[in-house]
């Protein structure tokens, strides 16, 4: 009895897996991009509508690059969502505007960026 007992705690112990496999991204410079793709399969998974949005802006200068996930949350609400890696915040945009979301994002975030372009990942 006591060999069962043993085996099967080893045998559970041996199966444990990360909760979040893609965590390593979060500790990764200019990780956006397959952070944002986890986020858009991760929502997928459980039924809601998100799609990855890259834009650029300038800074200091230089044009810059990022990637967020937008998703509309509760499902069947016109709620939109924008996740990276600071979290996620409301954006008040149309889902099919990358433009908007990614201008409103950053306004919601507090950062006055000009957005210069924008686009889906899927498109």
């Known amino acids: 009895m006591k060999k069962?007992?043993?085996l099967l705690v080893l045998g559970l112990a041996s199966c444990s897996t990360p909760r979040n496999p893609e965590s390593w991204m979060a500790f990764e410079r200019n990780a956006c991009l397959p952070t944002a793709?986890?986020?858009?399969?991760?929502l997928q998974?459980?039924?809601i509508e998100s799609r990855v949005v890259r834009y650029a802006y300038?800074?200091?200068g230089a044009v810059v690059g990022h990637a967020a996930t937008a998703y509309l949350f509760p499902p069947g609400e016109n709620?939109?969502?924008?996740y990276d890696f600071e979290g996620s915040t409301?954006?008040?945009?149309?889902?099919?505007?990358?433009l908007g979301i990614a201008s409103q994002a950053e306004i919601a975030r507090g950062r006055n960026r000009s957005i210069i372009q924008a686009e889906f990942l899927d498109q």
């Open 45 to 47: 998974r459980q039924g």
């Open 79 to 82: 709620k939109l969502w924008v």
């Open 4 to 6: 069962i007992f043993l």
């Open 37 to 42: 793709i986890a986020m858009q399969a991760g």
């Open 90 to 98: 409301r954006a008040r945009a149309y889902f099919s505007d990358a």
């Open 58 to 60: 300038h800074r200091q």
